[in-house]
């Protein structure tokens, strides 16, 4: 359930809408960001990976 003005407080029926998990996901998915942002979050992630795994060889 998601609240259609954002405020998590108004609990008005008309606020409240009943979407499933895969629409949840398409909705917040980092490639509905605009360029570049999702090649940066791509490789953020990249880099943390290496990081840990470096890390973890330690």
């Known amino acids: 359930m998601i609240f259609r003005d954002g405020d ?3 609990f008005a029926p008309a606020n409240l809408e009943l979407i ?3 629409e949840l ?3 917040n998915s980092y490639l509905n960001l605009p360029e570049p942002l999702p090649q940066i979050v791509q490789l953020r ?3 943390n990976r290496k990081i840990n795994s470096r890390s973890k060889q330690a």
């Open 25 to 27: 996901m398409r909705r």
């Open 8 to 10: 998590k407080r108004n």
């Open 20 to 22: 499933s998990r895969a």
């Open 45 to 47: 992630g990249a880099l």
